[in-house]
């Protein structure tokens, strides 16, 4: 029962951690009543928000692609922006580390329980050090929100937090059944 729950909650982990790569963590509302969200890797404009068909027009901060006046770094804001770009790679390590955590534990689940417990513990340290870098640099990195506030609330936002849960979870499991000596 415990090797099953270690490696289902590292595969949830990480199911929602992937998850929160691709959605928006925030949004902000603009004076003309268009919605700029922002993800972990660009920024989307919803034209017109309450149209279920709205145009947008998205970039990328980490590629440089599409409209890139909506992905400008703040004139004083390099060193966030520089943050913001690292989010993405450290959340991608974090989800690597949960695969890995939940693959050892699947795979060999009695003789590597420390590689185990050191690998959700890894991806949970990574991960919320990501998220909160996220929370620090994305309010101040871009030029966009220099005038309009923005609200880290979205769903990809909410998936780190039960990601992180989960790796809470198998980190403390695998951490406890390794110092109790289970078998």
Request: proline share 5%; glycine share 8%.
């Amino acid at each position: 029962m415990r090797i099953k729950m270690l490696w289902s909650s590292c595969f949830l982990g990480a199911l929602f951690l992937a998850l929160s790569l691709r959605g928006p963590w925030g949004s902000a509302m603009a004076d003309d009543g268009s919605r700029f969200d922002v993800s972990l890797h660009g920024v989307t404009h919803v034209l017109f928000p309450k149209e279920p068909r709205s145009p947008i027009a998205g970039c990328s901060y980490l590629t440089g692609k599409g409209s890139v006046e909506n992905c400008a770094p703040s004139p004083v804001g390099d060193a966030q922006f520089s943050m913001l770009c690292s989010v993405f790679p450290l959340m991608l390590t974090g989800l690597a580390l949960a695969l890995g955590a939940g693959m050892v534990t699947y795979i060999s689940p009695y003789r590597a329980k420390g590689t185990s417990a050191a690998l959700a513990a890894g991806s949970l340290a990574t991960v919320f050090a990501g998220s909160a870098i996220a929370q620090i640099a994305m309010p101040r990195a871009l030029k966009v929100f220099d005038e309009i506030p923005l609200y880290i609330r979205g769903a990809a936002f909410t998936c780190v937090w039960i990601s992180m849960v989960f790796l809470l979870f198998a980190a403390a499991l695998s951490t406890t059944s390794t110092m109790l000596k289970h078998d």
